[in-house]
């Protein structure tokens, strides 16, 4: 007799619960993911920052909870500590990821700011508010012996700084006072450092149309600066720094070469 040809074993059935597991590692991975990005809108949303504590009980999260993700998304660089105190703002990697969105328009303003150097023979720099600082997003070095050049990423405290400046006028001007601290750090003995002196400062810069740093970050560091577009979301300035010897007498100079700059960087903004 002919043997019955054999059978391919059958596939062993699915273990009991093996689906339900995949499909809650999969739902537990996604609610990480959704409170990762509750956490990162509740610091976007405060110009001070934020501490553990205040996300855990704004977002009715465990504090356990918060820790281990804020833990996570500081080794990432998505949130920073503030220098002083526990308080949590928005990292570079942040910045970095908008700035890779807005790449094009960057690449854009990098002409005119390369246009700009040129003509004042100066290093030219494109910065963005970060928290209460502000951070480097572009540079044209200008091929001068004596330089003023930052890191392209490194950030300035506002007060301190022609650029900072500029910003906090523009957000004064939309009733956002709360950057204003009422004392700041002297990096330098020019350095403006009370509530008051900020505010006079302001009134100045809105005056003028520009902001200027008169020593008060570096001493022998001098700069102008001004914000491209008052109604932007995240206003972005132009600055252009220099050794203090080849800034005093040319004030009225940089002034109009950076505000005519503007006129031009607003226009490619628009294009772009």
Same mark, same amino acid.
């Given at each position: ?28 991975? /996604? ?7 509750? /956490? ?11 501490? #553990? ?6 977002? !009715?999260?465990?504090?356990? %909870? ?8 500081? =080794? ?40 700009? =150097? ?41 007060? =301190? ?13 939309? !009733?956002? %006072? ?28 809105? #005056?003028? !149309? ?7 970050? %570096? @001493?022998? /560091? ?5 914000? /491209? ?21 040319? @004030?009225? @100079? ?17 294009? =772009?």
């Amino acid at each position: 007799m002919t043997p019955a040809p054999a059978r391919a074993a059958a596939a062993p059935p699915p273990r009991a619960g093996a689906e339900a597991t995949t499909y809650g590692a999969a739902a537990n991975g /996604i609610q990480v993911i959704a409170r990762a990005a509750d /956490i990162l809108r509740a610091v976007a949303r405060e110009p001070g920052g934020a501490s #553990q504590a205040e996300l855990a009980e704004r977002l !009715g999260l465990a504090r356990t %909870t918060v820790h281990r993700i804020v833990g996570a998304l500081e =080794s990432e660089g998505m949130l920073r500590l503030a220098r002083v105190g526990s308080r949590y703002r928005l990292g570079p990697e942040i910045v970095r990821m908008a700035a890779a969105v807005n790449r094009d328009s960057l690449a854009t303003l990098h002409t005119a700011l390369a246009e700009l =150097s040129r003509g004042l023979g100066e290093t030219v720099d494109l910065s963005v508010l970060d928290g209460d600082s502000v951070r480097f997003l572009d540079q044209v070095v200008a091929p001068n012996r004596l330089q003023a050049v930052s890191a392209v990423g490194e950030t300035f405290p506002l007060h =301190s700084c022609a650029p900072g400046k500029a910003i906090l006028d523009v957000l004064a001007q939309r !009733g956002r %006072t709360d950057l204003l601290p009422a004392r700041a750090a002297a990096l330098t003995a020019n350095t403006l450092t009370t509530s008051a002196a900020l505010r006079r400062e302001l009134r100045q810069i809105r #005056q003028a !149309g520009v902001a200027y740093d008169r020593e008060e970050h %570096t @001493e022998g /560091i001098c700069a102008v600066a001004v914000v /491209i577009d008052p109604s932007a979301d995240a206003p972005l300035a132009v600055s252009v720094p220099m050794p203090a010897q080849r800034f005093y007498g040319r @004030e009225a @100079e940089l002034r109009a070469a950076i505000l005519d700059a503007r006129t031009d960087l607003l226009a490619r903004l628009d294009e =772009s």
